[in-house]
């Protein structure tokens, strides 16, 4: 069965509103979980790492306060993006490690901002 | 809306015929690298991994080979079926930190 649940798949919201992603590890907990956008016919772009009773970590260039990262628990992270415009659409898609080595991924988000 | 970037190269074989996947990695002391395959609208899929003492794994049709002096990666696919068209991607993991390569669009012919 699944080890990571990603919730929604789909998402269509308005420009302007804000859109909240969540990430479940489920067979195991997490301390740290990743978050990655996708562009079509892109790789995977790492967004940052969120770290459980912690602020998440950002890579360069990507806006802590557009993209907010909550991880309040072990097995829940939960990305939100504020303020969406359609520029921020995209596939969102969020991983856990197990023991520094396996890698699970959520279903991933595609999200539509119209 | 669509971002501008780098289209993925893109490798289309003929149903049957073997198909290999290549990445190159950036970090020498990486120590455990993964292969990824995403069908269209999907998360990635684990397919084969291998650490960095090992230099050939093989699985159910394909197997991954690993030169660490070039620091380059593999993918081959025996056979290839069109269930297998997706995008594959490598990764190179270092302690917590896991990386991707850029992804290869695999497009089998019937």
């Known amino acids: 069965g699944a080890v990571v649940s990603q919730h929604p798949s789909r998402v269509i919201c308005k420009s302007g509103t804000s859109v909240k992603i969540e990430c479940r590890s489920l067979?195991?907990?997490?301390?740290?979980m990743f978050w990655y956008r996708q562009f079509p016919k892109q790789s995977l772009m790492l967004m940052a790492t969120?770290?459980?009773?912690?602020?998440?970590?950002?890579e360069q260039g990507v806006e802590k306060d557009k993209f907010l990262i909550n991880h309040a628990s072990l097995t829940l992270s939960t990305l939100t993006v504020t303020s969406a415009h359609p520029e921020d659409s995209s596939f969102y898609i969020c991983s856990v490690i197990r023991g520094n080595t396996e890698a699970f991924f959520g279903q991933g988000t595609r999200l539509t901002v119209v | 809306g669509e971002s501008v970037g780098l289209h993925l190269p893109t490798l289309s074989v003929q149903e049957g015929d073997n198909s290999i996947i290549n990445c190159a990695y950036s970090?020498?002391?990486?120590?455990?690298f993964i292969w990824y395959k995403q069908e269209s609208g999907k998360g990635p899929q684990f397919i084969i991994d291998i650490r960095s003492n090992m230099d050939k794994r093989q699985g159910q049709r394909v197997t991954v080979l690993l030169n660490k002096t070039v620091k380059h990666l593999s993918l081959q696919i025996a056979a290839t079926q069109p269930g297998d068209s997706a995008v594959y991607f490598c990764a190179e993991n270092i302690g917590n930190d896991m990386r991707f390569g850029a992804g290869t669009r695999l497009t089998v012919k019937p």
């Open positions: 067979d195991f907990q997490a301390t740290t």
């Open positions: 969120s770290n459980e009773g912690s602020k998440a970590t950002y």
């Open positions: 970090n020498s002391a990486s120590d455990y």
